[in-house]
């Protein structure tokens, strides 16, 4: 999979994708500015509602634009009725055609450009038979298991040659054993994939595996975009953090304390001024039961357990209290603590486990 | 709380207690007579006709009743334009259905009520507006005639106008029905393949809503059969031109009441077979 950079992506602004999607509807506005150059996998990642599926649809011409534009490899999109454009798409449930079998499914859009049957048919038998699933080329979507009927899907959508591959939640439908093997073919696929290609997904573990860049879509809103290990280092809205399991916190920087906006201040390596976001994982947070007598008094804050779930063989406390916080510890230090709903903790963090970086 | 009585009923009913307990339960007390009588009545109201018309058939003169030149003319007539004012529904009847389920345009209501109203129409009243809109000196049949000269009242294709008009509207309720109830993203999933919206009528949707096709033909199909006000009224009754079966059936009446018990039996015999054919789709509730 090929790496692009700023520079790089600036120097071909002509091929691939360059939009700007405003689609209105009714109370909801989505807003969405999208740069993808050829061979790079996109993940628009965001949680229901984010309207990610409506950017989905507008770049498939599903639904019209309101107000921006559309351009691929140079060419205006905007008004392109959506059988005319270069653009494939795997559906969310795959909407196979029930009627047809796996190999007219694939072979349906060679068809409508214009080849013959027989072409048509030989294409869509080259594309089953790179997806591993020549034997089932004679079978209907209803005897497909979730993941033939995903690989189905993706060859139909590849077998246009589309300059743009527009995936839904492409796991979404699976079963989470299946989720893994068809993850890792459905990378394969994408790095070999030349164009461009968007997914839409509320997953960060998909986004994470399968997309090269992450566009994180909040209330119609690209909050924010970067490489996954980026994004997983620097998040920037709770909804982020969460994803990635990661405390965090907005304030403003003084040397090597952040006093937050709520209040309390969190002592940092970094030494910075001004406005900065201060992340850290729940795996660096100690809890006691009383107030610890050795250690320094910095990053030290007294809270309540609201609630305790099992997370792997970790237990994740959720804190409240003058810094809400969650905490990973073992199960057996949690039973020491005799942990509980209620229970009342002191929290400390080490300096060199936070992290601090400008908003 | 249930009181115990009733519990108890409710457990023998369940577990299947004594045949007479059952049957006490069942009708004498599970249905009110007020309700029980009437329902009894409206049974052999719609039953007891049908009975005596197997009751008075003449069977031992009915295949010689059936191979009558008269009866076989009708029958054929009935067959052909049933059959082609069916096709007729289909051609037209589809489309329409499409459009009334797919696209959004202002006054779809209004159109879809011009559509249903064949439905409640009495049909006489529906031949003679076909005679205003298409006989000689109608709105759009003097043009038809002076430039075409075409004359449709009083011919066959008048009689298969006559209940195309009347079929219709029961071929684009079934299909508009269906096409509301299929997934219109397969249509969305075809366009982006390269499919034009036609190409995608054709390859996608129609496949899928073949059943639901099928379905409003046969009741379209049963119901030009039977029709016989429209008909007599825009396309007249002459034998072996017009008079389709149900015309015949009435003419007989007066002249061989034998011909015309056996004409009823044979299209009360399609009428089962349509019954019997639709079951899976209309019955399965019960």
Not at chain 2, 203 to 215: D, E, N, S
Request: aromatic residues 6%; contains cysteine; proline residues 7%.
């Amino acid at each position: 999979m090929t790496k692009i950079d700023e520079t790089t992506r600036a120097d071909t602004a002509v091929e691939g994708l360059d939009a700007h999607l405003v689609v209105d509807r009714g109370t909801f506005r989505l807003d969405v500015t999208l740069a993808v150059a050829p061979g790079e996998v996109v993940a628009l990642l965001g949680p229901n509602g984010a309207g990610k599926t409506s950017a989905l649809r507008a770049l498939a011409g599903l639904v019209p634009l309101s107000d921006g534009h559309l351009r691929l490899d140079g060419a205006e999109l905007d008004r392109t009725p959506p059988e005319s454009r270069p653009v494939g798409v795997v559906f969310q449930d795959y909407l196979l055609f029930p009627h047809l079998t796996a190999l007219d499914n694939v072979a349906f859009g060679p068809r409508c450009h214009g080849a013959t049957k027989a072409e048509a048919r030989a294409q869509a038998a080259a594309w089953l038979d790179r997806m591993g699933l020549a034997e089932h080329s004679g079978a209907k979507p209803r005897k497909l298991s979730g993941g033939q009927a995903q690989r189905v899907a993706l060859a139909r959508a590849l077998a246009t040659n589309p300059r743009l591959l527009l995936l839904d939640e492409p796991l979404a439908a699976l079963d989470a054993r299946t989720r893994l093997e068809v993850r890792a073919q459905l990378r394969r696929h994408l790095a070999d994939f030349e164009a461009v290609a968007v997914l839409v997904t509320h997953d960060p573990l998909d986004a994470m595996v399968l997309a090269d860049r992450l566009v994180v879509v909040e209330h119609g809103q690209v909050v924010q975009e970067g490489t996954p290990a980026d994004i997983a280092r620097h998040p920037r809205t709770d909804y982020i953090a969460q994803l990635v399991g990661l405390n965090l916190y907005r304030g403003r920087a003084e040397g090597h304390t952040v006093r937050l906006d709520t209040g309390p201040a969190i002592t940092t390596s970094e030494d910075l001024t001004g406005p900065v976001f201060v992340a850290f994982p729940p795996s660096a947070v100690t809890l006691f039961r009383d107030r610890p007598t050795g250690a320094s008094a910095r990053n030290l804050w007294q809270c309540e357990v609201a609630g305790l779930e099992t997370h792997g063989d970790q237990i994740r406390a959720d804190l409240t209290g003058e810094l809400p916080l969650a905490a990973d510890l073992t199960t057996v230090a949690a039973a020491e603590l005799d942990l509980h709903p209620g229970a009342r903790v002191w929290a400390t963090v080490k300096a060199t486990q936070t992290h601090a970086y400008a908003v | 709380m249930i009181p115990s009585d009733k519990a108890d009923a409710a457990t023998d009913t369940l577990q299947g207690g004594p045949r007479r307990r059952r049957g006490r339960t069942g009708v004498g007390r599970g249905v009110p007579l007020p309700l029980l009588i009437p329902a009894l009545l409206g049974l052999a109201f719609l039953v007891v006709p049908l009975i005596a018309l197997l009751v008075r058939t003449p069977w031992h003169s009915l295949p010689e009743q059936l191979t009558s030149p008269d009866v076989w003319q009708a029958l054929q007539l009935s067959l052909i334009c049933a059959t082609a004012a069916t096709a007729v529904s289909l051609v037209l009847g589809v489309p329409l259905a499409w459009l009334l389920a797919r696209v959004e345009f202002p006054g779809r209501g209004l159109v879809r009520a011009l559509v249903t109203l064949p439905l409640v129409l009495p049909p006489v009243v529906g031949g003679v507006a076909l005679l205003m809109a298409l006989g000689r000196n109608g709105i759009v049949g003097q043009w038809l005639d002076s430039w075409f000269g075409i004359t449709l009242p009083f011919t066959t294709a008048g009689v298969v106008v006559a209940e195309a008009f009347v079929a219709m509207p029961f071929l684009v309720i079934s299909v508009e029905g269906t096409l509301r109830a299929a997934d219109p993203r397969y249509e969305e999933a075809a366009t982006t393949l390269g499919a034009s919206r036609f190409t995608a009528f054709r390859r996608v949707t129609l496949p899928l809503i073949a059943p639901g096709i099928a379905a409003g033909a046969v009741l379209a199909w049963a119901r030009a059969l039977g029709e016989f006000g429209a008909t007599i009224t825009f396309a007249g009754n002459f034998p072996g031109r017009t008079q389709t079966m149900p015309l015949a059936v009435y003419l007989a009446l007066q002249s061989d009441p034998e011909a015309a018990i056996a004409l009823s039996l044979v299209l009360l015999a399609v009428s089962i077979a349509v019954l019997a054919g639709l079951r899976d789709r209309w019955m399965t509730a019960g």
